[in-house]
DNA sequence: CAGGACTAGTTGACGCGTCAACCACCTCCT
DNA sequence: AGGAGGTGGTTGACGCGTCAACTAGTCCTG
Protein backbone atom coordinates (compact mmCIF):
# COMPACT_ATOMS: atom_id res chain seq x y z
CA UNK A 1 0.00 0.00 0.00
CA UNK A 2 0.70 3.93 -0.09
CA UNK A 3 1.32 3.44 -3.87
CA UNK A 4 2.13 6.51 -5.58
CA UNK A 5 -0.70 8.83 -6.10
CA UNK A 6 -1.58 8.40 -10.07
CA UNK A 7 -2.86 12.07 -10.58
CA UNK A 8 -5.11 12.78 -13.64
CA UNK A 9 -3.40 14.19 -16.68
CA UNK A 10 -4.37 18.00 -16.98
CA UNK A 11 -7.30 16.57 -20.23
CA UNK A 12 -8.54 14.33 -17.70
CA UNK A 13 -8.92 17.31 -15.11
CA UNK A 14 -10.27 19.22 -17.49
CA UNK A 15 -12.80 16.67 -18.77
CA UNK A 16 -13.41 16.29 -15.09
CA UNK A 17 -13.92 19.23 -13.92
CA UNK A 18 -16.54 20.09 -17.31
CA UNK A 19 -18.61 17.58 -16.43
CA UNK A 20 -18.81 18.57 -12.92
CA UNK A 21 -19.70 21.73 -13.65
CA UNK A 22 -22.30 21.65 -15.92
CA UNK A 23 -23.83 18.86 -14.41
CA UNK A 24 -24.58 20.84 -11.10
CA UNK A 25 -25.46 23.97 -12.74
CA UNK A 26 -27.73 21.71 -14.61
CA UNK A 27 -29.59 20.15 -12.53
CA UNK A 28 -29.39 22.79 -9.90
CA UNK A 29 -31.41 25.03 -12.52
CA UNK A 30 -33.61 22.42 -13.35
CA UNK A 31 -34.70 21.39 -9.74
CA UNK A 32 -35.33 24.97 -8.73
CA UNK A 33 -36.73 26.22 -11.71
CA UNK A 34 -39.05 22.83 -12.13
CA UNK A 35 -39.93 23.90 -8.47
CA UNK A 36 -41.04 27.35 -8.93
CA UNK A 37 -43.26 26.60 -11.70
CA UNK A 38 -45.24 24.16 -10.44
CA UNK A 39 -44.66 23.48 -6.66
CA UNK A 40 -43.26 20.14 -7.14
CA UNK A 41 -40.15 19.21 -6.48
CA UNK A 42 -37.64 16.69 -9.08
CA UNK A 43 -38.70 13.95 -6.64
CA UNK A 44 -42.16 14.67 -6.54
CA UNK A 45 -41.89 14.67 -10.15
CA UNK A 46 -40.42 11.14 -11.11
CA UNK A 47 -42.34 9.47 -8.28
CA UNK A 48 -45.73 10.75 -9.59
CA UNK A 49 -44.73 10.35 -13.08
CA UNK A 50 -44.07 6.63 -12.63
CA UNK A 51 -46.48 5.86 -10.61
CA UNK A 52 -48.86 7.02 -12.76
CA UNK A 53 -47.66 5.88 -15.73
CA UNK A 54 -47.89 2.39 -14.15
CA UNK A 55 -51.57 2.89 -13.24
CA UNK A 56 -51.21 4.60 -10.07
CA UNK A 57 -50.92 1.79 -7.46
CA UNK A 58 -48.24 0.05 -6.69
CA UNK A 59 -46.41 -1.42 -3.79
CA UNK A 60 -44.12 0.73 -1.84
CA UNK A 61 -40.98 -1.67 -3.18
CA UNK A 62 -42.12 -2.19 -6.69
CA UNK A 63 -42.33 1.53 -6.65
CA UNK A 64 -38.77 1.82 -5.08
CA UNK A 65 -37.12 -0.65 -7.97
CA UNK A 66 -38.58 1.27 -10.78
CA UNK A 67 -37.01 4.83 -10.05
CA UNK A 68 -34.27 2.60 -8.46
CA UNK A 69 -33.76 3.95 -5.06
CA UNK A 70 -33.67 2.56 -1.79
CA UNK A 71 -36.85 1.62 -0.13
CA UNK A 72 -35.83 4.30 2.94
CA UNK A 73 -35.93 6.97 0.47
CA UNK A 74 -38.99 5.70 -1.10
CA UNK A 75 -40.81 6.09 2.53
CA UNK A 76 -39.57 9.33 3.03
CA UNK A 77 -40.52 10.54 0.15
CA UNK A 78 -43.85 9.12 0.20
CA UNK A 79 -44.23 10.33 4.06
CA UNK A 80 -43.89 13.97 2.66
CA UNK A 81 -45.84 13.40 -0.30
CA UNK A 82 -49.03 11.91 1.74
CA UNK A 83 -48.71 14.80 4.19
CA UNK A 84 -49.15 17.30 0.98
CA UNK A 85 -51.95 15.20 -0.81
CA UNK A 86 -50.36 13.88 -3.80
CA UNK A 87 -50.28 9.93 -2.80
CA UNK A 88 -52.15 7.61 -0.23
CA UNK A 89 -51.44 4.24 1.48
CA UNK A 90 -53.87 1.97 1.84
CA UNK A 91 -52.77 -1.46 3.68
CA UNK A 92 -52.74 -4.71 1.26
CA UNK A 93 -54.59 -7.25 2.10
CA UNK A 94 -52.44 -10.36 0.80
CA UNK A 95 -50.04 -8.68 2.95
CA UNK A 96 -49.98 -7.59 6.46
CA UNK A 97 -46.77 -5.40 6.09
CA UNK A 98 -47.40 -4.41 3.01
CA UNK A 99 -48.47 -1.06 1.21
CA UNK A 100 -50.11 0.64 -1.89
CA UNK A 101 -49.11 3.83 -2.91
CA UNK A 102 -51.93 5.28 -4.61
CA UNK A 103 -51.83 8.27 -6.87
CA UNK A 104 -54.80 10.70 -5.50
CA UNK A 105 -56.66 13.22 -7.76
CA UNK A 106 -54.83 16.04 -7.20
CA UNK A 107 -51.55 13.89 -7.77
CA UNK A 108 -52.86 13.28 -10.90
CA UNK A 109 -53.52 16.85 -11.67
CA UNK A 110 -50.16 18.30 -9.98
CA UNK A 111 -48.37 15.43 -12.97
CA UNK A 112 -50.27 16.85 -15.52
CA UNK A 113 -50.16 20.10 -15.19
CA UNK A 114 -46.17 19.87 -14.43
CA UNK A 115 -44.89 17.65 -17.03
CA UNK A 116 -45.07 20.04 -20.13
CA UNK A 117 -43.38 22.55 -17.67
CA UNK A 118 -40.94 20.07 -16.92
CA UNK A 119 -40.46 19.15 -20.60
CA UNK A 120 -40.06 22.85 -21.75
CA UNK A 121 -37.35 23.39 -19.14
CA UNK A 122 -35.47 20.18 -20.19
CA UNK A 123 -35.23 21.62 -23.92
CA UNK A 124 -34.37 25.11 -22.72
CA UNK A 125 -31.44 23.95 -20.90
CA UNK A 126 -30.02 20.88 -22.07
CA UNK A 127 -31.41 19.86 -25.51
CA UNK A 128 -31.55 22.53 -27.38
CA UNK A 129 -27.79 23.00 -26.41
CA UNK A 130 -27.04 20.27 -28.69
CA UNK A 131 -26.79 18.84 -32.03
CA UNK A 132 -28.92 15.72 -32.85
CA UNK A 133 -25.51 14.45 -33.09
CA UNK A 134 -24.03 15.46 -29.86
CA UNK A 135 -26.99 14.35 -27.94
CA UNK A 136 -26.38 10.78 -29.51
CA UNK A 137 -23.15 11.10 -28.52
CA UNK A 138 -23.77 12.09 -24.89
CA UNK A 139 -26.25 9.26 -24.56
CA UNK A 140 -23.26 6.61 -25.53
CA UNK A 141 -21.08 7.91 -23.53
CA UNK A 142 -23.21 8.14 -20.25
CA UNK A 143 -24.45 4.69 -21.51
CA UNK A 144 -20.94 3.34 -21.41
CA UNK A 145 -20.22 5.25 -18.17
CA UNK A 146 -23.18 3.29 -16.70
CA UNK A 147 -21.88 -0.04 -18.08
CA UNK A 148 -18.93 0.12 -16.46
CA UNK A 149 -20.28 1.29 -13.10
CA UNK A 150 -22.29 -1.71 -13.41
CA UNK A 151 -19.81 -3.88 -13.57
CA UNK A 152 -18.51 -2.87 -10.44
CA UNK A 153 -20.08 -4.67 -7.45
CA UNK A 154 -19.61 -2.13 -4.83
CA UNK B 1 -50.34 30.30 -23.62
CA UNK B 2 -51.31 27.06 -23.35
CA UNK B 3 -49.15 26.16 -26.02
CA UNK B 4 -48.90 22.37 -27.35
CA UNK B 5 -46.79 21.05 -25.52
CA UNK B 6 -43.81 19.87 -27.19
CA UNK B 7 -43.14 16.41 -26.24
CA UNK B 8 -39.15 14.94 -26.15
CA UNK B 9 -38.62 12.96 -29.55
CA UNK B 10 -37.65 9.34 -28.65
CA UNK B 11 -34.00 10.01 -29.06
CA UNK B 12 -34.07 13.09 -27.07
CA UNK B 13 -36.04 11.38 -24.25
CA UNK B 14 -33.52 8.02 -24.39
CA UNK B 15 -30.26 11.00 -24.13
CA UNK B 16 -31.95 12.67 -21.37
CA UNK B 17 -32.82 9.32 -19.63
CA UNK B 18 -29.30 8.23 -20.09
CA UNK B 19 -27.41 11.38 -18.51
CA UNK B 20 -29.60 11.56 -15.53
CA UNK B 21 -29.66 8.36 -14.55
CA UNK B 22 -25.07 7.89 -15.50
CA UNK B 23 -24.86 11.07 -13.35
CA UNK B 24 -27.37 10.47 -10.62
CA UNK B 25 -25.15 6.63 -10.19
CA UNK B 26 -22.08 8.37 -10.53
CA UNK B 27 -22.24 10.92 -8.57
CA UNK B 28 -24.19 8.89 -5.78
CA UNK B 29 -21.56 6.62 -6.03
CA UNK B 30 -18.76 8.69 -5.79
CA UNK B 31 -20.25 10.70 -2.75
CA UNK B 32 -20.83 7.61 -0.53
CA UNK B 33 -17.27 6.32 -1.23
CA UNK B 34 -15.24 9.14 -0.48
CA UNK B 35 -17.20 9.57 2.57
CA UNK B 36 -16.68 6.15 3.77
CA UNK B 37 -13.22 6.14 2.62
CA UNK B 38 -11.95 9.59 4.50
CA UNK B 39 -14.68 10.28 6.35
CA UNK B 40 -15.31 13.49 4.17
CA UNK B 41 -17.92 14.51 2.26
CA UNK B 42 -17.97 15.87 -1.60
CA UNK B 43 -18.77 19.09 -0.29
CA UNK B 44 -15.86 18.78 2.61
CA UNK B 45 -13.80 17.78 0.28
CA UNK B 46 -14.11 20.44 -2.35
CA UNK B 47 -13.97 23.67 0.11
CA UNK B 48 -10.86 22.18 1.77
CA UNK B 49 -9.18 21.74 -1.66
CA UNK B 50 -9.98 25.29 -2.80
CA UNK B 51 -9.21 26.57 0.30
CA UNK B 52 -5.89 25.23 0.73
CA UNK B 53 -5.18 25.85 -2.83
CA UNK B 54 -5.38 29.13 -2.14
CA UNK B 55 -3.34 29.43 0.38
CA UNK B 56 -5.63 28.34 3.34
CA UNK B 57 -7.22 31.96 4.79
CA UNK B 58 -9.88 33.06 3.10
CA UNK B 59 -13.18 35.62 2.89
CA UNK B 60 -15.76 33.60 3.29
CA UNK B 61 -17.04 35.29 0.47
CA UNK B 62 -14.56 34.90 -1.91
CA UNK B 63 -14.39 31.50 -1.05
CA UNK B 64 -17.78 31.00 -2.35
CA UNK B 65 -17.28 32.43 -5.44
CA UNK B 66 -14.38 30.25 -5.93
CA UNK B 67 -16.04 27.97 -5.63
CA UNK B 68 -19.63 28.71 -6.89
CA UNK B 69 -21.99 28.54 -4.04
CA UNK B 70 -24.04 30.39 -2.73
CA UNK B 71 -23.10 32.52 0.71
CA UNK B 72 -25.86 31.11 2.68
CA UNK B 73 -24.57 27.80 1.56
CA UNK B 74 -21.26 28.05 2.21
CA UNK B 75 -22.12 29.72 5.65
CA UNK B 76 -23.80 26.40 6.77
CA UNK B 77 -21.09 24.25 5.48
CA UNK B 78 -18.01 26.26 6.77
CA UNK B 79 -20.14 26.51 10.15
CA UNK B 80 -20.66 22.33 10.27
CA UNK B 81 -16.63 22.07 9.42
CA UNK B 82 -15.53 24.07 12.17
CA UNK B 83 -17.53 22.31 14.23
CA UNK B 84 -15.84 19.14 13.11
CA UNK B 85 -11.94 21.29 13.52
CA UNK B 86 -11.88 21.40 9.75
CA UNK B 87 -11.76 25.43 9.42
CA UNK B 88 -11.91 28.07 11.81
CA UNK B 89 -13.35 31.09 11.64
CA UNK B 90 -11.08 34.32 12.39
CA UNK B 91 -12.73 37.88 12.80
CA UNK B 92 -11.62 40.59 9.60
CA UNK B 93 -9.91 43.67 11.24
CA UNK B 94 -10.67 45.98 8.20
CA UNK B 95 -14.31 44.96 8.22
CA UNK B 96 -16.46 44.47 10.92
CA UNK B 97 -18.64 42.18 9.83
CA UNK B 98 -16.02 40.10 7.89
CA UNK B 99 -15.19 36.33 8.31
CA UNK B 100 -11.78 35.31 7.57
CA UNK B 101 -11.73 31.06 7.10
CA UNK B 102 -9.10 29.28 7.91
CA UNK B 103 -7.71 25.61 7.48
CA UNK B 104 -6.84 23.61 10.23
CA UNK B 105 -3.94 21.80 10.85
CA UNK B 106 -6.40 18.48 10.82
CA UNK B 107 -7.94 20.28 7.72
CA UNK B 108 -4.99 20.33 5.98
CA UNK B 109 -4.44 16.61 7.13
CA UNK B 110 -7.50 15.49 6.19
CA UNK B 111 -7.47 16.95 2.68
CA UNK B 112 -4.20 15.74 2.26
CA UNK B 113 -5.31 12.26 2.78
CA UNK B 114 -8.61 12.30 0.92
CA UNK B 115 -6.90 13.48 -2.25
CA UNK B 116 -5.23 10.37 -3.35
CA UNK B 117 -8.65 8.66 -2.60
CA UNK B 118 -10.84 11.22 -4.17
CA UNK B 119 -8.80 10.76 -7.99
CA UNK B 120 -8.42 7.00 -7.36
CA UNK B 121 -12.45 7.05 -7.05
CA UNK B 122 -12.81 9.59 -10.19
CA UNK B 123 -10.42 7.54 -12.17
CA UNK B 124 -12.09 3.81 -11.48
CA UNK B 125 -15.81 5.08 -11.76
CA UNK B 126 -15.42 7.31 -14.43
CA UNK B 127 -11.69 8.06 -16.18
CA UNK B 128 -11.18 4.15 -16.39
CA UNK B 129 -14.58 4.14 -18.46
CA UNK B 130 -14.26 6.20 -21.04
CA UNK B 131 -11.56 6.59 -24.57
CA UNK B 132 -9.71 9.23 -24.06
CA UNK B 133 -11.29 10.99 -27.15
CA UNK B 134 -14.43 10.18 -25.95
CA UNK B 135 -13.39 11.86 -22.34
CA UNK B 136 -12.30 15.00 -24.51
CA UNK B 137 -16.10 14.65 -26.11
CA UNK B 138 -17.91 14.68 -23.23
CA UNK B 139 -15.74 17.62 -22.43
CA UNK B 140 -16.58 19.91 -24.84
CA UNK B 141 -20.56 18.93 -24.86
CA UNK B 142 -20.04 19.62 -21.26
CA UNK B 143 -18.62 23.06 -22.17
CA UNK B 144 -21.22 23.67 -24.71
CA UNK B 145 -24.23 23.32 -22.54
CA UNK B 146 -22.61 25.35 -19.66
CA UNK B 147 -22.02 28.24 -22.45
CA UNK B 148 -25.72 27.50 -23.56
CA UNK B 149 -27.11 28.04 -20.03
CA UNK B 150 -24.87 31.07 -19.27
CA UNK B 151 -26.88 32.84 -21.88
CA UNK B 152 -29.98 32.88 -19.92
CA UNK B 153 -29.90 34.79 -17.21
CA UNK B 154 -32.63 33.24 -14.85
C1' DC C 1 -45.99 -26.22 14.80
C1' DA C 2 -41.80 -23.90 16.55
C1' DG C 3 -38.12 -21.28 15.58
C1' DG C 4 -35.00 -18.79 12.65
C1' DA C 5 -34.23 -16.35 8.51
C1' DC C 6 -35.93 -13.14 5.48
C1' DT C 7 -38.75 -9.19 3.69
C1' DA C 8 -41.86 -4.80 3.90
C1' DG C 9 -41.75 -0.73 5.55
C1' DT C 10 -40.76 2.90 9.26
C1' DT C 11 -38.12 5.79 12.06
C1' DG C 12 -34.58 9.00 13.84
C1' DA C 13 -30.38 11.29 13.51
C1' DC C 14 -27.51 13.69 10.76
C1' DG C 15 -25.45 16.20 6.72
C1' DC C 16 -26.67 18.91 2.89
C1' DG C 17 -29.06 22.84 -0.12
C1' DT C 18 -32.47 26.54 -0.73
C1' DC C 19 -35.09 30.31 0.42
C1' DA C 20 -36.27 34.28 2.89
C1' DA C 21 -35.66 37.04 6.65
C1' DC C 22 -32.57 39.18 9.28
C1' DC C 23 -28.40 41.89 11.79
C1' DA C 24 -24.52 44.47 11.65
C1' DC C 25 -21.55 47.11 9.50
C1' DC C 26 -19.94 50.02 5.79
C1' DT C 27 -20.33 53.76 2.07
C1' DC C 28 -21.72 57.37 -0.02
C1' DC C 29 -24.36 61.27 -0.80
C1' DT C 30 -26.13 65.42 0.71
C1' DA D 1 -23.57 64.46 10.65
C1' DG D 2 -27.17 61.52 9.28
C1' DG D 3 -29.73 58.55 6.75
C1' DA D 4 -30.37 55.39 2.46
C1' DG D 5 -28.95 51.68 0.49
C1' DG D 6 -25.58 48.13 -0.23
C1' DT D 7 -22.73 44.23 1.45
C1' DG D 8 -20.93 40.35 4.68
C1' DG D 9 -22.57 36.92 7.03
C1' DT D 10 -26.01 34.23 9.98
C1' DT D 11 -30.16 31.91 11.03
C1' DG D 12 -34.30 28.95 10.86
C1' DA D 13 -37.49 26.28 8.51
C1' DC D 14 -38.11 22.97 5.28
C1' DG D 15 -37.29 19.32 1.74
C1' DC D 16 -34.14 15.84 0.53
C1' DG D 17 -30.81 11.52 0.98
C1' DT D 18 -28.18 8.15 3.73
C1' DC D 19 -27.33 5.08 7.23
C1' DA D 20 -28.42 2.09 10.86
C1' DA D 21 -31.61 0.29 13.86
C1' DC D 22 -36.03 -1.27 14.43
C1' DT D 23 -41.07 -3.45 14.12
C1' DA D 24 -43.94 -6.61 12.30
C1' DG D 25 -45.42 -9.93 9.31
C1' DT D 26 -44.15 -14.05 6.22
C1' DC D 27 -41.75 -18.22 4.82
C1' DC D 28 -39.06 -22.20 5.35
C1' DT D 29 -37.37 -26.08 7.41
C1' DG D 30 -36.99 -29.50 10.80
Known amino acids: MDAPPRWLT ?4 AAWDSFIRMQEKLIGRLSRQVQADSRMSPADYIVLA ?3 EAGGRMR ?3 LAKLVEWEKSRMSHQVGRMAKRGLVAKEDCPDDGRGAFIVATPAGREAIEEAAPVHVEHVRRL ?6 PEELDTLARISDRVLAHMEKQHY
Open 50 to 52: KLT
Open 126 to 131: FVDALT
Open 60 to 62: LTD
Open 10 to 13: PEQQ
